[in-house]
């Protein structure tokens, strides 16, 4: 499945919550969400009553497009979390915050996860002092993620960290005027920031 590239602000009409995939707009009067707040399309105002299966399927879909990742990528993400000591869906959500891009998000280095995304591609960061430019890797406590130098002196990141005002969470520290940002401890469902229940998720895939 090729990832989506139309109007962002559909995918949030459309699960009926705010996923933060415009960065800055979202917390704006611009917010499509804000000014129509129904399901895009002729029927998009139409209440029309979920069944279980698709009271499952939105949760599953509002996490998935939340974090950006693709349908393959979120099925084995989840085999992964199965398969890990504690509950399948705790596990689940801690690797998709421990994602890479995530990462790069939550600490303030990229407006949105797409942006973030985009970023991380073109090499801009290192972990641990290494190259680091796939979005999905797993990150670890203990890594640290840093602009790479050459970067540091774009427009881009110079702006981003003088208007540094993303409180990171407990989990991450970050130090803008370094450039760099450390993973202290493990990410906890208490930090993200809209609200899922991901039991559907594991009921759903549990069928």
């Known amino acids: 499945m090729a990832r989506y590239t139309g109007p962002v602000c559909r995918i949030c009409r459309r699960e009926g919550i705010k996923l933060y995939l415009k960065g800055d707009r979202c917390y704006t009067d611009k917010c499509a969400l804000a ?3 129904y399901a895009p399309g002729q029927h998009g ?4 009553k979920l069944t279980n299966y698709g009271i499952q399927l939105r ?3 509002k996490v998935r497009k939340y974090y950006g990742v693709l349908e393959g990528q979120f099925a084995e993400a989840f085999k992964t979390a199965d398969k890990m000591a504690g509950k399948t869906g705790d596990n689940l959500l801690k690797l998709m915050e421990l994602r890479f891009d995530n990462v790069i998000y939550r600490l303030g280095f990229a407006s949105s996860r797409p942006e973030a995304r985009q970023l991380v591609v073109h090499g801009h960061f290192t972990v641990n002092g290494k190259k680091a430019d796939i979005p999905s890797m797993t990150l670890q406590v203990g890594d640290v993620i840093k602009v790479k130098e050459k970067s540091q002196s774009s427009d881009k990141f110079k702006t981003l960290m003088e208007n540094h005002k993303k409180t990171a969470p407990q989990w991450l520290q970050v130090e803008p005027e370094n450039f760099t940002g450390r993973l202290i401890a493990e990410p906890v469902k ?3 920031e809209i609200p899922i ?4 998720i594991v009921e759903l895939y549990s069928k």
């Open 190 to 192: 208490e930090d993200i």
């Open 45 to 48: 105002q139409n209440n029309k």
């Open 35 to 37: 000014r129509r707040n």
């Open 59 to 61: 949760e599953k879909q």
């Open 197 to 200: 229940e991901e039991h559907l």
